[in-house]
């Protein structure tokens, strides 16, 4: 079997633009739950997700993939425009939105392991990927996965349920 670069790198770079809005959302959503019970998972898993994107560029790399700058510069703009929403509130940031990019990071994250799963079956025809660190790569994102949606079902109780702690809130709880 062989890989047809042409597909692959189309589908790598679409996966590239994701990781650049996933960064960003990241980023923001830690600066944003900095000092709250949310804030250190967050931070860590902005810098995991930055470091997956690295990993991305350099396994494209070693399959002489090019990068398509045009779609990473989407995927910011994209991560811009989402936070563009109607969520309850117009000035201030809503509770609401909390759960709602805690439900957009971990489709993300998803997403990311798909892509991880895919190259990992591809090593099998091209010695050129590093399947054991494509399946480390895909271990952590199963993990990001079930940290997100503690996070998520965690905030969900707190937003939708009127006996939820901090409620109102704009911000999870301090712990």
């Known amino acids: 079997m062989t890989i047809r670069p042409q597909f692959l790198g189309i589908y790598l770079n679409d996966h590239l633009a994701g990781a650049a809005a996933g ?9 944003a739950h900095r000092g709250t019970a949310f804030g250190p998972p967050l931070a860590s898993m902005a ?26 510069v989407l ?13 309850g509130r117009v000035l ?5 939105s909390d759960v709602l990019e805690l439900e957009a990071m971990r489709l993300g994250v998803e997403g990311k392991a798909c892509a991880w799963r895919c190259l ?6 091209d010695a050129r990927i590093d399947v054991a660190h494509v399946r480390e790569l895909l271990g952590r994102a199963e993990r990001q996965i079930h940290v997100l949606d503690t ?5 969900a109780a707190q ?4 006996d939820g702690a901090d409620a109102d809130s704009d911000r999870p709880n301090r712990r």
Do not use: C, W, Y
């Not at 960064?23 to 600066?31: M, S, Y």
């Not at 937003?159 to 009127?162: K, Y």
């Open 47 to 72: 810098l995991e997700v930055s470091q997956d994107r690295e990993s991305l560029l350099r396994i494209m790399a070693a399959l002489d993939l090019p990068v398509k700058r045009h779609r990473v």
């Open 75 to 87: 995927g910011r703009l994209a991560e811009k425009a989402g936070r563009l929403k109607l969520n």
């Open 120 to 125: 990992e079956a591809l090593a099998d025809t």
């Open 92 to 96: 201030s940031r809503s509770p609401l």
């Open 151 to 155: 996070l998520r079902v965690e905030r």
């Open 23 to 31: 960064v960003e959302l990241f980023r923001r959503a830690a600066r």
């Open 159 to 162: 937003v939708f349920t009127a």
